[in-house]
């Protein structure tokens, strides 16, 4: 697609379910990032994928938080036993290998821990 | 390791004034600077970058930024503020020669241009 596309947009979870998050990135980016936005604050960096490298997890706030990137495109961010703390805008970038055009970034799911 | 700082949570204008809002970046080497924009519901969106070139950089909907090496900032301007532009305005530096290609994003800084 034209875009960084992420699903679900929303997802209301009981506290200790287990969530799965969704990136499809724009085709041809071999760079993939995920960002947490909580409310009034920044982002925060969670993981790095770069094509076949080792991803970069030292974003990761916990071992219940895990990501994954199959064929070295779509992407999908695990968090497991969620926490009402878990409750932000999960936010999916996509860039060039070189980055020199800057990151597209997807519209982001809104996870609400309950 | 890269920082950014927005010093000011929040930047009010009224519409047709020039507006400011700041950006300082700490960095061991050569920075990729860039502003994005956030409207409410959305994800970020790309106003402009600063590879290497020209300081002054002009971007989307009328927006330009200075990088200011000395100063280590990078502004984002703009001549003659909207209404619409009010928004959550990010900036964000990486590192690729030598560091890393993972960009460090500032607070944010909600603009609020008044009518």
């Known amino acids: 697609g034209a875009g960084v596309s992420q699903s679900p947009s929303n997802k209301v979870t009981e506290k200790g379910k287990d969530v799965e998050l969704r990136c499809d990135p724009i085709s041809g980016h071999t760079a993939l990032y995920w960002y947490r936005q909580s409310l009034g604050q920044g982002l925060e960096f969670l993981i790095y994928?770069?094509?076949?490298?080792?991803?970069?997890k030292s974003g990761l706030p916990s071992d219940r938080f895990s990501a994954e990137r199959t064929g070295g495109s779509v992407s999908t961010l695990t968090i497991q036993r969620t926490q009402q703390e878990d409750s932000a805008v999960y936010l999916c970038a996509s860039s060039s290998p070189d980055n020199r055009n800057g990151y597209t970034f997807g519209s982001g799911t809104r996870l609400t821990v309950v | 390791a890269q920082s950014v700082a927005q010093p000011e949570d929040q930047v009010n204008v009224a519409e047709g004034n020039p507006l400011t809002v700041k950006c300082t970046y700490s960095v061991s080497g050569n920075p990729y600077l860039f502003w994005y924009v956030q409207y409410p519901n959305r994800g970020l969106q790309f106003l402009l970058k600063y590879i290497t070139g020209d300081n002054l950089v002009k971007g989307s909907y009328g927006f330009e930024a200075e990088f200011n090496k000395s100063q280590t900032s990078f502004h984002l301007k703009k001549p003659s503020a909207l209404v619409s532009d009010s928004a959550l305005y990010f900036c964000a530096v990486s590192v690729p020669a030598g560091g890393s290609y993972i960009p460090t994003f500032g607070r944010g800084t909600s603009l609020i241009v008044h009518p």
């Open positions: 994928f770069q094509g076949n490298s080792a991803p970069d």
